[in-house]
């Protein structure tokens, strides 16, 4: 039953406000603001360099938060993302006709 769920019509219509979240235009800036979807700072790739930080216990403190709440995933699109026609989508006919004979 989940799996009919997961594999029906609805949610692959619905896919691409998903995958707008989670990858990409409303995961960071206004649009995640305006979608309620904006995180912890520490959260998002590249928000800081752990690498360079020297104090001992400023970096457990970091590893720490980002072990217990995750990372967001790399955004990966910056526009949003097509929706996905259903399969009994049938697509408009050309009216570009160029057999026009008069």
Not at 48 to 73: H, K, M, W, Y
Request: aromatic share 12%; no cysteine.
């Amino acid at each position: 039953k989940n799996r009919e769920a997961l594999e029906s019509e609805w949610v692959s219509g619905e896919l691409n406000n998903w995958i707008d979240l989670i990858f990409g235009y409303k995961q960071r800036g206004p649009e995640a603001v305006a979608a309620d979807n904006v995180f912890y700072y520490l959260t998002y790739e590249g928000s800081v360099d752990i690498e360079t930080v020297v104090d001992p216990i400023q970096r457990r403190a970091l590893e720490a938060q980002i072990s217990e709440f995750g990372q967001t995933p790399k955004q990966l699109f910056t526009t949003p993302h097509p929706r996905r026609f259903p399969l009994n989508f049938i697509p408009p006919a050309n009216n570009n006709n160029n057999n026009n004979t008069t």
